[in-house]
């Protein structure tokens, strides 16, 4: 079975920290994305990898940064993290198209104080 | 551009009852098509995708969800919904070549004992 792990379920920041939310694939998939999502608006992409080092923005990247240094291993940076950054990430998987199905992560739920 | 709809971001169904969730997407070209629960404090798990094959789509748990592009839908469906159902279901899009999933805003769903 694919296991996507990310390491922190529940974090508690305060305004102004860096935070950083690991995420790692054991399946070998080529993609790999960040999502926040939030009571009424879904999921949204903050960023997406399709390679190592390769990296694109989703819909709602202003905040955010993300590092792919090696292909299982995707990592979300809020440079100095702010209260409306209060959410919960997914990380997720796929290969690449033509199906790709994603795969999920447990989720970390980041409180900004 | 592919975009996904989901009317009703609560639902309510009686124990024994059917479950109905719809589904509509806008996409210029056939599409895959995938729909998602998601378990309190858990990533989401996929139900079922269709990928051109079969129009009827059997999931787990009893879910199933019918292809009908004349009509660009993809609702799901489970004859007699049980406790354990109570969940959020997520149906999202992706179209050929395309490595992002579009996603709905997801439905809410609650069994009434």
């Known amino acids: 079975d694919v296991k996507v792990t990310q390491s922190s379920r529940y974090l508690v920041k305060r305004t102004g920290e860096k935070v950083f939310l690991e995420c790692v694939q054991d399946?070998?998939?080529?993609?790999m994305f960040w999502y926040r999502q939030d009571p009424g608006l879904g999921l949204r992409l903050i960023y997406f990898s399709y390679d190592v080092k390769m990296k694109e923005k989703g819909d709602i990247p202003e905040g955010y940064s993300v590092s792919r240094e090696k292909k299982e291993r995707f990592s979300l940076i809020l440079e100095s993290a702010s209260t409306n950054q209060t959410s919960m990430y997914l990380c997720?998987?796929?290969?690449?198209?033509?199906?790709?199905?994603?795969?999920f992560g447990e989720g970390s739920r980041l409180t900004v104080l | 551009a592919q975009s996904v709809t989901q009317l009703g971001s609560h639902v309510s169904v009686s124990e024994g009852a059917l479950v109905l969730l719809r589904c509509n997407y806008s996409?210029?070209?056939?599409?895959?098509l995938f729909w998602y629960v998601q378990y309190p404090n858990q990533g989401l798990q996929l139900l079922l995708k269709y990928t051109s094959a079969a129009t009827l789509v059997k999931g787990i748990n009893g879910f199933e969800a019918e292809f009908k592009k004349s009509e660009t839908s993809f609702h799901l469906t489970k004859p007699s919904a049980h406790m354990s159902d109570a969940a959020e279901y997520f149906c999202?899009?992706?179209?050929?070549?395309?490595?992002?999933?579009?996603f709905g805003k997801g439905n809410q769903v609650v069994v009434i004992p």
């Open positions: 999202a899009v992706r179209t050929h070549g395309n490595n992002r999933l579009a």
């Open positions: 399946m070998d998939h080529e993609n």
């Open positions: 997720a998987s796929s290969l690449a198209p033509p199906v790709g199905e994603l795969f």
């Open positions: 996409s210029s070209v056939p599409p895959y």
